[in-house]
């Protein structure tokens, strides 16, 4: 499975942005089967969970840093994830990775849990 990020971008603290996560065609599972998840890493530190949504019943989890300001989706008509961000603020500012894997352990939050990983799309937020 291949994973291509896309709607990263440079916006103003407050301002709102989506993220996109194209998932190609796999022979093991088709993507409704997939938990996916999203995660941001900045220089010199790990890698960060941000955001899961499990395969159907399509449950979600969070991380508290996060909660209440974004919203993770999919579309399994068009393999596709989504990271809806609203009010964003300077420490938003990363790398976002989106993450696929075939179990959904410990709510989507750890990154074994995933087996594939797109190339990660730069989210910059100026104050």
């Known amino acids: 499975v291949q994973l291509v990020e896309s709607g990263g971008g440079l916006v103003q603290a407050g301002e709102s942005l989506t993220l996109s996560c194209k998932a190609s065609e796999s022979p093991e599972r088709i993507f409704s089967d997939y938990a996916m998840g999203w995660f941001r890493q900045t220089p010199g530190k790990e890698r960060q969970w941000v955001a899961a949504?499990?395969?159907?019943?399509?449950?979600?989890n969070y991380a508290d840093s996060v909660k209440g300001r974004f919203t993770i989706s999919r579309d399994n008509t068009k393999n596709m994830l989504y990271l809806r961000m609203t009010d964003l603020k300077p420490e938003d500012t990363a790398v976002y990775y989106c993450?696929?894997?075939?179990?959904w352990g410990h709510g989507g939050t750890t990154a074994r849990s995933y087996i594939y990983w797109g190339q990660g799309t730069q989210v910059t937020v100026s104050s």
């Open positions: 993450a696929s894997g075939p179990q």
């Open positions: 949504i499990s395969y159907i019943p399509h449950t979600t």
